[in-house]
């Protein structure tokens, strides 16, 4: 079975957020599997290229010069890195002052009539496209192999001004949208098969509201659209054998959870008084809820909880939490994308909160679990799939799961977490978190039998 990949983030070479997680591990799977992935990323201008093989690409002239570097890659394998005009950047959607580069339309365009140009060259026996970034291959190609577009975040769909449908091949009529072009609406109208990353978002997708605009254009495809939930690395997220832990620990010898757990609190600089530690990792983004603990923070009166986010993104939200620490004795905020310190969060910490507004799949929830660190979430996207409430579930549960994103609902999920949780408790919930499988595995499988139905 010999694939095309195309993705626009990947770990670690590209590592912007869940996309670039997903490609790798998934990929990885394929490949060990037994399938022959070629997995073309675009040239950001971070690796090096000497020495590699080149292989020019016939594209339209708006879009080229195009080129492949096949490179090895000592974590992420073989990548087909494609190289067109615009593409190579110190970050692949940002610039410095964290706007957005002004031609990230344009830039995205042109990777897709490159990776169109590529198809036509190898002739694989499927194609496999992720997110907006890669929607408008399939206006460039009249006879596509069997495709599949995996959707990471409907959120983001690559709008841009209807001039550009005159350009970018034969089946640009499908990607028109309200006067201007749509780099996503197109793809999910020609894919064979369209893969959301959990089975709850794939229902979502499908209702208004849950769409993002697009929720008609989902249901019109029907059977068509499943939901396969992400894996993780379960390599990188290893309590056992985690050199950024200052000490081991797994489900049968938990006590060196409790020397991270010290490390953690003195990190964050907050005391050790017997309470239970809620953490947070995460961007700092409207989609992952974290202003809602702004007023959450304020109805957890005298609780007997500390919390501490990790968290990057939006300036201003930074600045309030920022505030809100600094004359707190009970909250702790650490601004930035620090990955040592957030296996430690994930590590030291008894509950992990995410109030997240949507969730495709969510990552940390899983690491989070792997461990130890139970989760107080809301009944969003893969979350849902995820998460099992442990009062609805006794046996089965895996956290604690808030009425709404509504900062009354997350604070009474938090209230209800310290309630039930006593030492025994956390230990018996802890050992079963511990060993359930996130691995890569099982979701391969999941896409290789969608590869097999569809070629
Ligand atoms: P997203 O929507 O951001 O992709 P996911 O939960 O799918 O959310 O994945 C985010 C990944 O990025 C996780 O592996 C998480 O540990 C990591 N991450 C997010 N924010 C931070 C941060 N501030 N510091 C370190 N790692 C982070």
Redesign the pocket.
Known sequence: MRVVFATAELSPVA????????AAGLVGALRRSGADVELLLPDYGTIDTTGSEVIELDVPQWAGPASIHVVEHPVAGRIHLVSCPGLARSHPYLQPDGQGWLDNIDRFLRFSQAVAAWVLLSKPDVLHLNDWHTGTVLAALDDPPPTVLSL??LAHQGHGPGSWLASIGSRAEHFEWWGGINQLSGAIALADRIVAVSPHHADEIRRPGGGFGLDAAVRARGDAVTGIL?G?DTTV?NPADDAFLPAAFSSGDLGGKDRCRDTLLGRLGLSDDGSLLAVA?????D??GIDLMVPTLELLDDLPLNVGI????DADLAAQLAEIAGRSERFAF?D????A??HLM?AGADLFV?PSRF???????M?AMRYGTIPVVTPVGGLVDTVPDLDREPRTGRGVVARAAEPVAIASALHRAVRRFGQRRLTTIRRRLMTIDWSWDAPAAEYRRIYDQIS
């Open positions: 590592a912007v957020g869940g996309l670039a997680a997903a990471h975040n992400n993780i997220w990792v995460t961007r700092l983004t989609q992952k990790l968290g990057a993104g650490i930035g994308y620090d990955e310190l957030s994930f995410m969730e495709p799949c969510g990552l940390t929830q690491q």
